[in-house]
């Protein structure tokens, strides 16, 4: 799945408040295997780095383009 394929209505329900939040990223492999990375992670051991899809809450949340 490409960055362009992760955003709009299918991203949103696959993956959740992750398609819409600032603190999302998009990992890619050399496999072409694609997992959501939450940068809120790195400093707040409450976040997990690669949490499980679809996320419908989180506390963290802040809206934002996300799969940057």
Same mark, same amino acid.
């Not at 959501?36 to 051991?45: F, G, K, V």
């Given at each position: 799945?490409?960055?362009?394929?992760? #955003?709009?209505?299918?991203?949103?329900?696959?993956?959740?408040?992750?398609?819409?939040?600032?603190?999302?990223?998009?990992?890619?492999?050399?496999?072409?295997? %694609?997992?959501?990375?939450?940068?809120?992670? &790195? %400093?707040? +051991? #409450?976040?997990?780095?690669?949490?499980?899809?679809?996320?419908?809450?989180? +506390?963290?949340? &802040?809206?934002?383009?996300?799969?940057?």
């Amino acid at each position: 799945m490409s960055t362009a394929d992760t #955003r709009g209505t299918d991203a949103e329900r696959l993956v959740g408040l992750c398609a819409r939040c600032r603190h999302a990223r998009v990992q890619t492999t050399a496999r072409a295997s %694609t997992f959501w990375r939450c940068t809120r992670a &790195e %400093t707040d +051991p #409450r976040f997990a780095r690669y949490p499980v899809l679809p996320v419908r809450v989180c +506390p963290g949340f &802040e809206a934002g383009s996300g799969s940057r």
